[in-house]
Every structure is written in C-alpha cells, then in structure tokens.
C-alpha cells in the first residue's frame, strides 16, 4: 500500500502560514495599541504637571492667564485626539484578533480532515496487513496438510 499522502497539504501548509502571518500582525498591533496608550498618558501626565505648577495665589496677569487657557486647552486637545487614536488601535487589535481567529478555524478544519483520512488509511492498512496475515498462515497450512496427506 502506498505510503500516506494528505492531498491538501499543500492547501493547509498555505493555510499555516497565513495564520503565521496574522499572528505576526496581531502583534504589531497589540505594539502599536501599547505605544498609543503610552502617548496618552504622556499627555495625561503632562495635564497634572501643568496643574500642579500653576501658582494658586498671587497676582497673575491677563497675559499669563491667557496663556494657561491656551496651553491647556491644546493639551486637552490632544487628549481626545489621542484617546481617539488609542480607540483606533483598539479596533485593529480586535480585527487582527479575530482575522487569526478565522485562520486557526481553517487551518484546524483541515487538520481535521487530514486527522480522519490518516485514521482510515491506518485502518485500511492494518486491514489489509491482516489479509496478508491471514493468506501467509492459510497457504502454510495448505503445505503442510499436503506434505502431510502424501
């Protein structure tokens, strides 16, 4: 009997490496949502430094009022727009999750199949190496019942 052959192997090791590939991509944006959340409170840190050096009392000039309103509204700008960018990430680590989730589903189904067609083909095999089995010891009996009825 022929040795076993998987006739999509060729198809699952494709399937392998594609899912290889999505888990390298996953990882990318897992990095990518990590340095985004970094940003984020790098800005949220800077927000409560500002906060805490900004003098409670004395006199304070409309001029450097102003200029606190402005720089803390451009940092508060910059926290939404990063928490913004954070959400973004977010998304494509999910998406990228659920892509090497469909991939490992494939990948498996086949693994599956291939399981299943190596389980008959043993079967098969073991099968016909008993009829083998079984045709050495009926031919040894027939010679010896022949050599011993002579």
Do not use: C
């Amino acid at each position: 009997m022929k040795k076993f052959r998987f006739r999509l192997e060729g198809v699952r090791n494709y399937r392998q490496a594609l899912e290889e590939n999505l888990k390298l991509q996953l990882a990318a944006a897992y990095r990518e949502r990590e340095q985004e959340e970094i940003r984020l409170e790098a800005y949220r840190k800077e927000r409560e430094k500002f906060f805490r050096q900004i003098p409670l009392s004395g006199n304070l000039d409309l001029g450097t009022l102003q200029h606190h309103f402005i720089y803390l509204e451009t940092l508060e700008q910059q926290i939404e727009e990063q928490m913004q960018e954070v959400e973004r990430a977010e998304r494509r680590v999910q998406d990228a999750g659920r892509r090497v989730r469909d991939a490992v589903q494939q990948r498996k189904i086949l693994d599956r199949l291939r399981e299943r067609q190596k389980e008959e083909y043993d079967y098969e095999l073991a099968r016909q190496e008993q009829g083998d089995l079984d045709e050495a010891g009926l031919t040894s009996y027939w010679k010896k019942a022949r050599k011993g009825g002579e």
